[in-house]
T-cell receptor, first 113, second 113 residues
Framework: DAKTTQPNSMESNEEEPVHLPCNHS???????IHWYRQLPSQGPEYVIH???SNVNNRMASLAIAEDRKSSTLILHRATLRDAAVYYC??????????????FGTGTRLKVLA | NAGVMQNPRHLVRRRGQEARLRCSPM?????VYWYRQLPEEGLKFMVY????????ESGMPKERFSAEFPKEGPSILRIQQVVRGDSAAYFC???????????FGQGTRLTVV
């Protein structure tokens, strides 16, 4: 299973942008990069995903390095409600017949008022 | 998370009893994943099912655990003869296809006393 590496924790001030990095040097050509976040006592929430090109949606932006060995989740204006554990996940490409998500330990984001 | 229903939200069982956890994915989502999360840890993959079929059960303990997703009705994760170590939050996720994003439920928190 392809692995990801993320910082254990990060802090940000409210209303400022946040850049959450993720390294995935063993990514294969067909692995999608997914980001989920988990608020306390809740299930994981889908944030964004991409393959090669940068992606934007209403929640965040995903910047993918040209060699795809790293990516960055960008929250444009952090709010207190964004405090959560953010998981960067490489979706199994289905070579083994499955598309399961393999969660790592994630980055715990603390947002300061 | 909207639309993925898990019940019960909280379940207390005595050692040796059976636990049945139910998951109803969003309408039209025929792929279901089950995950287990111990306190202060990440989510661990258990099993991936598609209607009436188990696709990947590589994360399921060999004994006491089983899962199904019948043609009609919710997916069921069944734990027989529960032990204290089974106490955890169990999350299910549903997706429309093999490589589309998955949406998680709020989880069932199982406590074995």
């Amino acid at each position: 299973d392809a692995k990801t590496t993320q910082p254990n924790s990060m802090e940000s001030n409210e209303e400022e942008p946040v850049h959450l990095p993720c390294n995935h040097s063993t990514i294969s050509g067909t692995d999608y990069i997914h980001w989920y976040r988990q608020l306390p006592s809740q299930g994981p929430e889908y944030v964004i995903h991409g393959l090669t090109s940068n992606v934007n949606n209403r929640m965040a932006s995903l910047a993918i390095a040209e060699d795809r060995k790293s990516s960055t989740l960008i929250l444009h204006r952090a709010t207190l409600r964004d405090a959560a554990v953010y998981y960067c996940i490489l979706r199994d490409n289905g070579a083994s017949g499955t598309y399961k998500y393999i969660f790592g330990t994630g980055t715990r984001l603390k947002v300061l008022a | 998370n909207a639309g993925v229903m898990q019940n019960p939200r909280h379940l207390v069982r005595r050692r040796g009893q059976e636990a049945r956890l139910r998951c109803s994915p969003m309408k039209g989502h025929s792929h279901v994943y089950w995950y287990r999360q111990l306190p202060e840890e990440g989510l661990k993959f258990m099993v991936y099912l598609q209607k009436e079929n188990i696709i990947d059960e590589s994360g399921m303990p060999k004994e006491r655990f089983s899962a199904e997703f019948p043609k009609e009705g919710p997916s069921i994760l069944r734990i027989q003869q529960v032990v204290r170590g089974d106490s955890a939050a169990y999350f299910c996720a549903g997706s429309e296809g093999q490589n589309t994003e998955a949406f998680f439920g709020q989880g069932t928190r199982l406590t074995v006393v």
